[in-house]
């Protein structure tokens, strides 16, 4: 793992939105059918908001600065990077993920095929 990837992590972590702290609350500590999540993630260069190795899959929690074509267009190709790599996404908005937090697990569970 590079070490700058690393740092950016440790970064991410301490400066998380309340959005990623209300998923993260629901994640951590195995809480999600058993499976262990990490937050802020490295993985290939790229640090993801959510990663679970078991399931090789990233939660991406996704606000308004991710809704510009520049922003959108970095995180289409840093998907596919990662896609190509085996690692399958499921993105929620940030804003249903303050406001509807049992409907945006339901979402993952359903993605995930729990439900």
């Not at 262990?36 to 993801?48: A, E, M, S, T």
């Not at 520049?70 to 940030?94: C, K, N, S, T, Y």
């Not at 249903?96 to 945006?104: L, M, P, Q």
Request: a negative charge; charged letters at 30%.
């Amino acid at each position: 793992m590079r070490r700058d990837n690393v740092a950016a992590a440790r970064r991410l972590r301490q400066t998380s939105t309340s959005s990623e702290d209300a998923l993260w609350q629901r994640l951590r500590a195995r809480r999600f059918h058993g499976l262990k999540v990490r937050r802020q993630h490295p993985v290939g260069g790229f640090v993801l908001d959510f990663y679970c190795e078991d399931l090789q899959l990233a939660i991406e929690v996704d606000g308004p600065v991710h809704d510009g074509p520049v922003a959108a267009a970095a995180d289409a190709e840093r998907q596919r990077a990662l896609e190509e790599q085996g690692i399958w996404f499921i993105r929620v908005r940030a804003e249903a993920t303050d406001t509807e937090i049992h409907g945006v697990l339901a979402e993952i569970e359903r993605e995930c095929g729990f439900v």
